[in-house]
Each structure stands twice: as C-alpha cells, then as structure tokens.
C-alpha cells in the first residue's frame, strides 16, 4: 500500500506539473516563440542569418551578436530552443546558436534585474559577467569539436534554401511584429501588467471551481508551485483545440488552406487574448481585467493578421505555417514528457538536502547545484525566488550561482528537445561543458563570498580564460593544418 501511494504521489507530482506549465507558459511564451522560429525558417534568406551568425563570420561579430539577441528575451530554455531551431536551421553556425541557446536564458536583462532585486547586485554581476564569457566560451569549444559537420550543416543549408535572395521588408516586418508579440507577452513591467478596465461575468461557480483546482494542483509560491488556475484551466482547454484543429488544417497545408487552417488560426488568436487578460473568480462570477498585455498582444495580432493577407504571398504564408507545425510536432512532445518527468523527479528531493549537501564551496556542492537546476527546473524567473528560498535553507551563494546558470540551460525537457535539433552528441556534448562551467562559475564566485581578494579571483578567471584561448587557438591552427594537408593530397 506504501508503494502504490509512493507510486501515485509520482504520478500526480508529474501530472500537476505538467497541467501548470501548460496553464502558465506555453501560450504568451512558447506558441509565438515557434511562429518566430517557422518565420525565421520560411522568411528570412540565408545569407541575412549567415552575415552575422553564420560559421565564417568574423567571431568578434558573431559571438557578441548572439549573445546581444538573446539578452533581450526573457524566455525560459524551452522557448528558446525553438528560436535557437530557427536560426540553427537556416545557417547558423554552431557556435554562435550554441551562445545563443546559452545566453538568452541564463542572462537576459529581465532575470539579471530580478536577481539584483531578490538576492545581490553582486549576484546578478556574477551571473552576467560569467554567463557571457562562459557562453562565448562554450559557444567556440562546440564550433572546433564539431567543425566538420559544421562544414557538412553549412553545404546542407545552401543546398535547402538556394536561390533565395533579399528578404523582402514585409516579411521582415511580419517577423519584428511576431517577435513584439512574444515580448507583449512576456515583459513584466507596469506598462503591461496594469489594469485598464474591468468587466464581470455573472458565472456561479468559479471560486469552487477554483477551490477544486488549486486542491488538484496546489499553488505554493515558495517551493515553486504555480498551481492551475481558473484561467489556467480554459487556456488547457483552448490548447487541445488548437492541437487538433491545426493537426486538420495544418498538416497538409501544402495541399491548400481549408477551413480547419483558418478555425486553428482563430483559436490561436483568441487563445492568446484569453491569456492576455486578468481573470478573478469569486463567490458572484469572475471578473475580467482588461491588462497592458491585452491591448499590447490584440494590437500585434491585428497587425498581423493584416500583414498575413495584404503583405505576404500565399506561398509565403503556407511555408511560415507549414514550418511553425514542424517544430511544434518535433519538440512539442518532448517537451510534454520533459516536464511530467520532471515533475516527478521533484517529488523525490527533498529540499532539506541543500544545507547538508550544497551549504560550502566545494565541488561537490558546486555540482549539487548544478543537478538541482537539471532536475528541479522551474520557468524564467521563477528560479529566482526559489534561488532565495535554497539560500535561506543553507545553500552557499557560489553552489546558488551554479544552480542559477544550470536551471535555465539544462532542464530535462529542453535536453531532450535540443538533442532532437543537433543530434544526440551534440546535446550532451553541450551538456558536459554547461555542466563543467556552471561548476566552475560558482566555485569562482563561491571563492570571493568566502574572502578570496577581488584581484586574485580575477587572476584565475583571467588565467582560465587565457589557457582556453590557448587551446582553442591551438585546436583550431591544428584543424587549418590537416585541412591543407587534406587539400594539397587531393590535388
């Protein structure tokens, strides 16, 4: 009777997950994130992507530009792996996709004010600082490991999107339109999040409605629990429909619009405006508030809606919609199974262990940090009030770091979902020196919280990082040799 209640606790742990993350993330999110991702992939030509990112742009361009796209995006790394998909898939070099995929989540400006605010300015200047150099350092690491499939990505690339030629300023404004979208969504900021109107509807029931549901999947800040709301519920329910609208409408698309693509496309709209709004169900009905979010995302989808049919072609659209359901079938499902196990996975730490095993400086703490972020993950910005919450159970500030620059990078669902894009050794390759430099990171961190002088912590930084560069520069001479030798054999 223990197993099978042990058993059932696991399974409810992975299905209430799994119903929050649904409810809270997926729609202002992750749904533009995959329209941006199908547009990058069907609008933009190849040469404005391979300009600035691709694998033989000068790397003091490349690098900080990747890094500078992702600064801007206050997204979670399973938002961000389908926009890392976009530009990976249209020439991306690894390198720079791989600071990309790195940067946005762990460093963007939004979660590095939100650190200053909840736990240091020193914290955030760490996470910043070592987020930066330690991306652009991975970045370049997987670009001379991985540099002849690089070559092989690249030729593929060419051949795929040959003849395309300069992108046309609809599409372009097509796309900063989808990418205001996201950030409508996603910003919290005053402008936003106030209320600018009220109306409600007169439907008995909804605070018991919302009494069953927080008792289904209880809400508890403090732990990271966000719950299922009312709200949350309806936006499950919209979801579903969107799924099996678009699987009719969408599937097929190159065979022609039907009246399912158009259904599938309204219940997007409506669904994002439904997730737009404030909702407050009580005892008299549920009152609905009319936020800055709701004019900000019914402003783009109107602009959108009417660049759709008055600035792109037909087959501009049928490709956009056709690419954003390919990504949505190809890491949609994996990112379903990512989240229930690890919804599962929480269920079995039990936060006491912080102090006992992450509550000194030491590399054992350091990687015990790094495992919570893999296995306790938790959406952008919310890893930071949890991140308060491990410091006031014990964990030391150099573990805590290490534990803020892996929450956001290596989740459970968005390895599974990048392992899909670049291939299994890749992925883990890509986990292996997250992992190492996060490690890394808080024991550097961790070593001037204890008392190590400022100057010679940077002395180490700046002695790691030039035998990197050494390295690297020594890889990458040997990688130039071998290929002459190849090249002058052949001829």
Known sequence: MNILSFLTNMLYGGLGNLAAYLAAHVLLCLLPAFYIAGAMTALIPKESVTRFLGRNAPKWIAYPAAALAGSVLAVCSCTIVPLFAGIYKKGAGIGPAITFLFFAPAANILALVYTGGVIGLDLAFARLILSLTFGIGIGMIMALIFRRSDIEHDAATDAMFAGQGKMRRAALIFLLLLVALLLAGTFKIGLLTNSYGQVTLPIAGMDR?????????????????????AQGAILIGLLLLIGLTSWKGLDNIHEGFNAWTWIAMSLVGLTLLTAAVGMSPHAGGLDIRFTGRFFGVLLAIAALVWLMFKGLSEDELRDWLWESWRFVKQIFPLLVVGVFAVG?????????????????NTLLGNLVG???????????????????????????????????????????????????????LKAWTYVGWVALFSTLAGLIYGAWVDGVSLGLVALYLALFLALLAGML???????????IAEKAFAD
Do not use: C
Request: aromatic fraction near 12%; charged fraction near 15%.
């Open 209 to 229: 409605f919302q009494d069953f549901l927080y008792r289904l999947v209880p809400y508890d800040a403090s732990k990271g629990q966000e719950g299922v709301t």
């Open 344 to 360: 599962v996975i929480r269920v079995l730490i039990k936060p006491e262990w912080i102090e006992a095993l992450a509550g000194q």
């Open 370 to 424: 790094v495992l919570f972020g893999v296995f306790m993950y938790f959406p952008t910005l919310v890893e930071v009030p949890i991140a308060n919450m491990f410091l006031s159970l014990g964990m030391h500030r150099g573990p805590l770091l290490a534990y803020l620059m892996a929450d956001p990078e290596l989740s459970l669902q968005s390895i599974l979902m990048i392992s899909v894009i670049i291939g299994r």
């Open 473 to 483: 520069w020594l890889v990458n001479r040997r990688n130039q040799q071998k290929a």
